[in-house]
């Protein structure tokens, strides 16, 4: 392998553009050297040394590509990782991994058999908020977990769009767009549950894909923790809410990275990632004798840490931190929470 790993990166649409490409730049031992875009060459304007070509082949027959990103759309996950890694590249696949478990499982099977890397993109793992949170939990500051509510709401009533998101086939819909990440959130938190029982619908009028879940994962019989989602959340909802035996965190907002690369902004200007004050959870937590009410205020952190770590583990300096088996469980939580919708009753949870 050359002194920089090579990247070539299928799909400049928004994932690749706002939350690939940046942070494959930002990384030191990274070079972002081919973007497959069919119709256009936009990666050009800010990327200027890269080679844009219109076929994907072009990756998979280039000797020096190393990596390859996939942010294709989510029903063609399985097809494009599958090519990238019987050509002998690394991958990093956007999330949802794939539609089904099975998929992810042949999927893992397959990087093992070639002996490489193979990672979904859980970048909000690097939530400054999420992080906080995990803070908290491991400092025990909220004593033992009991209740737990992970929302992402927003206010979109009326059915207007035509992205591939919101259309009928496998791997669509709010449920696999942001439940998802929810779903990976609980499981690094808190591990893999007892037992799951899932309400997820069709809300808007003429809508195809789910738009709306609520999701309630049980650990034990002491502590259970709800993941939900709406389009008619006007007035905004914490984003986390948590409970103990020793006091509870809210935390209204969400991570401002998004919003910043959408503004133009990159990673590495001043303030990038920094949440303001107003938007710090509120912690009320008696530790001993002491009693606590104030704001907490959010890591600062960056989605470049996935691709630090993906450089660094590619070079054998460190251990994989979002595994293809983590997002795997993941699917297979969404699969369960599907099913105990349909069937109207809360199920076991086996992976």
Same mark, same amino acid.
């Given at each position: 392998?050359?002194?920089?790993? =090579?990247?070539?990166?299928? /799909? ?11 942070? $494959? ?18 990666? %050009? ?30 029903? #063609? ?15 990093? +696949? ?51 977990? &009991? ?10 009533? +009326?059915? =207007?769009?035509?992205?591939? &998101? ?7 819909? +709010? ?43 049980? @650990? ?19 984003? @986390? ?7 509870? *965190?809210? %935390? ?16 590495? #200007? ?25 704001? $907490?205020?959010? *890591?600062?952190?960056? @989605? ?6 993906? @450089? ?31 069937? /109207? =009753?809360?199920?076991?949870? %086996?992976?």
């Amino acid at each position: 392998m050359s002194e920089k790993i =090579r990247v070539g990166l299928i /799909g400049y649409g928004f994932a690749g553009r706002i939350f690939h490409a940046p942070f $494959v730049d930002a990384v030191d031992g990274l070079e972002l050297a081919a973007v497959v875009e069919r119709r256009t060459a936009h990666s %050009k304007d800010k990327y200027p040394g890269v080679n844009v070509v219109n076929d994907v082949r072009h990756l998979y027959e280039d000797p020096s590509i190393d990596l390859i990103i996939v942010t294709t759309p989510s029903t #063609d996950h399985y097809a494009f990782v599958k090519d990238a890694l019987l050509a002998g590249k690394h991958v990093v +696949v956007e999330k949802p991994f794939t539609p089904t478990s099975a998929e992810a499982d042949e999927l893992i099977a397959l990087a093992k058999e070639q002996g490489k890397v193979l990672s979904v993109y859980h970048n909000r793992r690097y939530d400054g908020d999420y992080l906080t949170v995990k803070e908290l939990l491991r400092q025990g500051m909220i004593g033992e977990v &009991r209740d737990c509510t992970f929302s992402w709401d927003g206010f979109d009533p +009326v059915m =207007r769009s035509t992205n591939w &998101r919101e259309g009928a086939q496998p791997g669509t819909g +709010v449920f696999y767009d942001l439940g998802v990440h929810l779903f990976d959130q609980a499981l690094t938190l808190f591990g893999i549950p007892d037992a799951v029982n899932g309400d997820v619908r069709v809300q808007r009028e003429g809508a195809e894909a789910h738009d709306f879940f609520d999701v309630t994962l049980f @650990y034990g019989n002491q502590m259970k923790v709800r993941v939900k989602s709406s389009k008619f959340v006007r007035e905004a909802s914490p984003r @986390y809410v948590l409970h103990g035996t020793e006091g509870s *965190f809210v %935390k209204y907002g969400t991570d401002p990275q998004e919003a910043a690369l959408i503004g133009g902004a990159m990673p590495g #200007d001043r303030g990038f990632g920094i949440e303001p004050r107003e938007n710090w959870g509120k912690l009320n937590s008696s530790i001993g004798s002491m009693h606590f009410e104030g704001v $907490v205020e959010t *890591f600062h952190s960056s @989605y470049k840490g996935y691709y630090d770590n993906i @450089y660094k583990h590619i070079t054998g300096q460190a251990e994989l931190n979002v595994k293809p088996e983590e997002a795997r469980n993941a699917i297979r939580l969404i699969e369960l929470a599907l099913q105990s919708s349909e069937e /109207g =009753r809360t199920l076991p949870v %086996k992976l």
